[in-house]
């Protein structure tokens, strides 16, 4: 246990923290696939969240007309008294193209989506996956907690170990030596920023609902590093926080194929450098994949001594492996893709959310 302090206010748990939030205004995100459904994760993490009882939930869907009806079955048989928005029904999509904001879907779409509605029912917004076995009723209120208490954008951390063993592999691999090599090599602010938070590709974070209107989204895996764009220029330092949520048990994700930790570092990757080119940090891509490699290399000495320090089963070899590969995001971001703030947006949350909602009661009546 350590009350170390942070560049951005960083709120321990001494011991069972769980404090008082103001749950009845605050709105609660939560992304769901048709994947998702019905895994014993996902229902912890709503039949939770129903005992929590927030103002609002929205559980932002994306699953195909054969599986909605089925999937909002299960979501209703769990006693949460939640508003499912089906992201990517085929009336929402056409509103999208309408609006000249269709384009790849993604986690981050879906998110998006729900940010505009949930800023619309509560004064603030917590976003949390569903995919924590670990998930528990406290969450919500610690990240909350910091909403009434001056700040407007509040970041979430934990410890990835299970199964006796590290994880947390794209963080602790790819962003966070990413983030350390671009400190030796620039003193901007919002690099600073990016590398003050423990676990900058936490799932779980919250804002108010001004700034839940203001942040630009990148559309896929890229969210939680573009979000922590959006909360640099909305709220700073000071009106950040992080807070502690634990140990966290998460499903776990292969190293390559579709939907791999290699393809989601090149998301990761693309939206970092898409922050850092926003603030106007040039980047020399070469000299910094090397020093990238150097880094990562040694915080895998630095996690291997960890491991055997706790008595953890570790795979150097595989960890290096992995560093080879994420090497090879580190480059150029691609097409700027992200959506709009919705400040922004020729669009309303109120548009979005009818349509979606009339299409979900065709599918399911």
Known sequence: MEYVQERVATLHDFGGAAPAAPLSRTAVVVPLTARDHASLAAEHVLTTLSDVAPGSVVVALRADPDRVAEVSEWVASLGLDAELLWCNAPPVESLLAEHDLDGSAGKGRDVWLALGVAATLGEFVVVHDADATTYGPEHVSRLCFPLAHEYSFVKGYYARVENDRLYGRLCRLCYEPVVAALTEV???????????????????????????????????????????????????FDGTAQVDLGVHEHDHRAVSGPAGLSDMADEVADALFRVLADAGVTVEYDALRERYR????????????????????????????????????????????????????????????????????????
Not at 303 to 315: E, K, R, T, W
Not at 318 to 333: C, H, L, S
Request: proline residues 4%; glycine residues 12%.
């Open 294 to 365: 150097e880094t990562a290399r040694r915080y895998v000495d630095q996690y291997a001594l960890d491991a055997a320090f706790n008595g953890l089963a570790f795979d150097r070899a595989g960890e290096r492996d992995q560093v080879d590969a994420y090497a090879e995001a580190v480059g150029p971001p691609g097409p700027d893709e992200r959506l709009p703030g919705w400040v922004d947006a020729d669009l309303s949350a109120q548009a979005v959310r009818a349509t979606a909602r009339d299409a979900l009661d065709d599918a399911t009546g």
């Open 186 to 236: 620039t003193d901007a602010p919002v690099v600073d920023y990016l590398g003050a938070f423990r676990y900058g590709l936490a799932g779980e974070f919250a804002m108010t609902a001004d700034v839940a209107r203001r942040v630009r989204a990148q559309r896929g895996w890229g969210l939680e590093v573009g979000t922590l764009g959006g909360a640099f220029a909305a709220a700073g």
